[in-house]
């Protein structure tokens, strides 16, 4: 690896460093101006204003925002996630507790997710103008326009209500066997695999038909080469890097349709914990929550640059 390309990706990450540096401001920033804190929800409406302003003095929500924020960020660069305003546990075990299961859930929709979506975009990219690319590209039109929070509510009317084969919550704390692990992801990962699998199937579509309407491939077309052999040994390399990105990009989605989907099915994860976070104002949770978020998007597409830089043969040279 030539130094051009160990300058641009060391570029790459510092960008990203500086990116989630912005995020961490507008995080805090955000959260600082929600109305109500902790201590308003812990004590209610009828706290006297007195042990209102003492259990604040108590969590530190008296200390002027900008104090607060120097305060977080230098804990997060030590490792110190700070501790819950609710529960008073420390934000780091909380975390731990939940990111597994977000992970897991991640995984397996990624597992289904990516190698159908190629299949179906480049397929569709080969074929383009037949039947089967004019029903996969209606299909993905019609499916992205739909959001994750209905396919969600109606995968739950008709699997767990009407059909009865699908419990209606997701629990992973019991699972023994494989039908339970089928029956605990189900649901979440088909409310999540719709999109994604629509969304990236669609970009990897014009990424390769890209590469296929290049004038070398009809250099390569007229040597003979077979559709197949023009396709992954031709096509498919140069398009490594506008794929990945389609990946990456894709794959993000999940950051924000997993909220959703975990709070339909009270799936225990780290969007869960979020938003259980924001219902009783508690600022720390919510910060490191919403961090992890951003730093998960911001990995995503720093690896489908890195992709792109590393599959395009003219960054190799000067």
């Not at 604040?56 to 924020?69: I, T």
């Not at 084969?165 to 992973?172: D, F, G, H, R």
């Not at 924001?278 to 961090?291: E, G, H, I, K």
């Amino acid at each position: 690896m030539n130094r051009l390309i160990l300058g641009l990706l060391v570029r790459r990450v510092a960008i990203s460093l500086l990116s989630l540096l912005a995020v961490s401001v507008l995080v805090f920033a955000i959260t600082a101006v929600l109305p109500g804190d902790a201590a308003e929800e812990q004590l209610g409406q009828d706290a006297t204003p007195t042990a209102l302003a003492a259990l604040r003095a108590q969590m530190g929500l008296d200390v002027p925002a900008p104090l607060r924020y120097l305060k977080w960020l230098g804990g997060i660069a030590r490792g110190d996630l700070g501790t819950s305003a609710t529960t008073q546990l420390p934000v780091g075990e909380l975390v731990a507790s939940r990111l597994p299961n977000s992970l897991l859930l991640a995984a397996v929709t990624a597992l289904f997710s990516v190698p159908i979506a190629l299949t179906l975009g480049i397929a569709s990219a080969v074929w383009r103008g037949s039947w089967f690319d004019r029903v996969a590209s209606t299909g993905a039109v019609a499916v992205v326009s739909v959001p994750e929070f209905l396919v969600a509510t109606l995968a739950v009317l008709v699997f767990a209500v009407k059909l009865r084969w699908l419990p209606a919550l997701s629990y992973v704390s019991d699972i023994e066997s494989v039908g339970q692990v089928l029956r605990a992801f189900a649901m979440p990962v088909l409310s999540l695999c719709c999109v994604i699998i629509a969304q990236m199937m669609r970009m990897t579509r014009a990424a390769v038909i890209d590469q296929l309407e290049a004038p070398y491939i009809e250099m390569v077309r007229l040597k003979g080469a077979s559709p197949l052999r023009m396709v992954m040994f031709h096509a498919l390399p140069n398009a490594i890097g506008p794929i990945a990105n389609a990946v990456a990009l894709s794959l993000s989605y999940l950051l924000g349709g997993v909220i959703i989907v975990e709070t339909i099915f009270n799936y225990p994860g780290i969007a869960k914990l979020m938003v259980d976070g924001v219902s009783q104002r508690d600022m720390p949770l919510v910060q490191t929550c919403a961090m992890i978020f951003c730093a998960g998007y911001l990995i995503l597409v720093t690896v489908a640059d890195v992709c792109g830089i590393v599959a395009n043969p003219r960054l190799r040279h000067r």
